[in-house]
């Protein structure tokens, strides 16, 4: 089934620890996101990438970095990981940029203690 | 910041009523879209307007496209045990270099107690 997978499902990490949130996609699509999920705030955009070899800043980028070497992958990664990065955090991907039309992954539950 | 406000937090509801929930924005919007969120899961779109003024339905659901193209509105009919989620609106907001970026409202929590 085409879609988007993500990686660890859930992953309970130490502070000032690395750690790298991995999303592949099978559907061709350009443009690809990175939201992080918390109570009360709804999906805020963090990185994006509307082409291969491309990336943007979104609303909350401090403390992540992204990259996009092809098309299908664009990891998440957290340098040195804070306890205010407990989150879900949701991979999507759409046919281009600004065609606004997300197929999300599955999320990843991350715990920073 | 998010330029979206949602409408409301969060609804208690009975099965079979109706539920209404709206979006506004700060600036014109050339897209609206409605998603929802099932517990454990990643938001699945619902319905997307591109007209103002436009109506559209999916199923029980209905969303409209305001004509000041500022706010949507979604309504779900009879509603259903398994309507319960997170509902999301989203729109396109500029970003640097003339690219647009999704943007969410924070979401209306639904739960419908049979």
């Known amino acids: 089934i085409a879609g988007i997978t993500q990686a660890p499902t859930s992953q309970i990490l130490a502070a000032g620890r690395r750690m790298t949130l991995r999303c592949t996609q099978d559907?061709?699509?350009?443009?690809m996101y990175w939201y992080r999920q918390d109570l009360g705030l709804g999906l805020r955009l963090i990185h994006y990438?509307?082409?291969?070899?491309?990336?943007g800043k979104g609303e909350v980028p401090d403390g992540y970095s992204v990259s996009r070497a092809n098309t299908d992958d664009f990891p998440l990664t957290l340098a040195s990981a804070v306890p205010s990065q407990t989150s879900v955090y949701f991979c999507?991907?759409?046919?281009?940029?600004?065609?606004?039309?997300?197929?999300f992954g599955a999320g990843s539950r991350l715990t920073v203690l | 910041g998010q330029q979206l406000n949602q409408s409301p937090q969060s609804m208690f509801i009975q099965e079979g009523e109706d539920v209404s929930m709206n979006c506004t924005s700060s600036?014109?919007?050339?897209?609206w879209l409605w998603y929802k969120q099932d517990p454990g899961e990643g938001p699945v779109l619902l319905i997307a307007?591109?007209?103002?003024?436009e109506l559209t339905s999916n199923g029980r659901l209905t969303a409209q496209f305001g004509i000041t193209r500022k706010d949507s509105f979604l309504n779900i009919s009879a509603s259903i045990p398994s309507d319960v989620g997170i509902y999301f609106c989203?729109?396109?907001?500029?970003?640097?270099?003339?690219?647009?970026?999704?943007?969410f409202g924070r979401g209306t929590s639904l739960i419908v107690h049979p």
């Open positions: 600036s014109i919007f050339n897209t």
């Open positions: 559907m061709r699509h350009n443009a």
């Open positions: 999507a991907s759409s046919p281009g940029p600004g065609a606004n039309v997300l197929t």
């Open positions: 989203a729109g396109p907001t500029a970003a640097s270099g003339g690219s647009y970026i999704p943007t």
């Open positions: 307007l591109y007209k103002a003024g």
């Open positions: 990438s509307n082409t291969a070899g491309t990336t």
